[in-house]
């Protein structure tokens, strides 16, 4: 059964960077053709989709919060990772990592799979 | 950027109730939608996407309709493991760019 598990600080002072990461656990990203995604959650708020990686680095990223991501994969850990820097109070949410359902297009942007979440606060 | 709204943004229902959440896109996004059930403390769950088709192990009274900028969920009869926040996503057909409405409470 496919896991995924995120970690990472969960309170970062305003104006530096969000680093957060992905484990996979139950399947080889190396060898599942998915794009992986990140999604976040202000506290009491909707989702809101933050970008997608796929095995070979390819990305997409949210246009509103392009200039301040990047999305990177570690095949050799099992792992994909986001970076979001300049953050602000408005950053503060639960980080979801997520990847598609079995048996669907590669390229799909809905998810089956979803970590726990973890709860980062951007505050001094 | 297509924008996804769903009604109402409450909703109160009682058990054995006939429920229904509308979605409405900005624009056409064809039938590329999915739904999601979401509850305190839990990560969204996948019930539905490509409007109607139901991801494995979500049970039947659940459904979805609807096509070009309307959408709907339906709940056929509401059970207590149903009251929750519901909610809509777009995806496109050929890269993985999700949009997502604002969520629907099904309350009590």
């Known amino acids: 059964q496919l896991q995924l598990q995120e970690s990472g600080p969960g309170l970062v002072k305003p104006s530096e960077t969000l680093s957060l990461t992905c484990t996979v656990s139950g399947g080889s990203i190396s060898s599942i053709s998915y794009y992986w995604g990140w999604i976040r959650q202000p506290p009491g708020k909707g989702l809101e989709w933050i970008g997608s990686?796929?095995?070979?680095?390819?990305?997409y990223y949210n246009p509103s919060l392009k200039s301040r991501i990047t999305l990177s994969v570690d095949t050799s850990k099992n792992q994909f990772s986001l970076k979001l820097t300049s953050v602000t109070a408005a950053d503060t949410a639960i980080y979801y990592c997520?990847?598609?359902?079995?048996?669907?297009?590669?390229?799909?942007?809905?998810?089956?799979?979803w970590g726990q979440g973890t709860l980062v606060t951007v505050s001094s | 950027d297509i924008q996804m709204t769903q009604s109402p943004s409450t909703l109160s229902a009682s058990v054995g109730d006939r429920v229904t959440v509308t979605c409405r896109a900005s624009?056409?996004?064809?039938?590329?939608l999915a739904w999601y059930q979401q509850k305190p403390g839990e990560a969204p769950k996948l019930l539905i996407y490509k409007t109607s088709t139901l991801q494995s192990g979500v049970p039947s009274r659940f459904s979805g309709s609807g096509y070009g900028t309307e959408f709907t969920l339906t709940i056929s009869s509401l059970q207590p493991d149903d009251f929750a926040t519901y909610y809509c996503q777009h995806y496109n057909n050929y890269s993985p760019e999700p949009t997502f409405g604002g969520g629907t409470k099904v309350e009590i």
């Open positions: 990686i796929y095995r070979s680095g390819h990305t």
């Open positions: 624009q056409t996004v064809a039938g590329w």
């Open positions: 997520a990847r598609p359902p079995r048996g669907v297009d590669f390229w799909s942007g809905f998810y089956g799979y």
